[in-house]
């Protein structure tokens, strides 16, 4: 796991098992919205969500 802070969309941290990194539906994986970094991934165009459906 790291230290990076979570984003909004985030639901673990980067590298917590069970976990993967997905594009921001919010801003369709461009980081920006508006104009704007996208406040759902931080402006990375990523979120890190569960995995597998268990």
Do not use: F, Q, W, Y
């Not at 069970?18 to 165009?45: K, Q």
Request: charged fraction near 20%; include cysteine.
């Amino acid at each position: 796991m790291t230290d990076e802070p979570l984003n909004p969309g985030d639901v673990a941290a980067p590298g917590t098992p069970g976990t993967g990194e997905n594009l921001c539906a919010t801003c369709s994986g461009t980081g920006r919205l508006d104009d704007r970094e996208c406040p759902e991934c931080g402006g990375s165009g990523k979120i890190i969500e569960g995995i597998g459906g268990a």
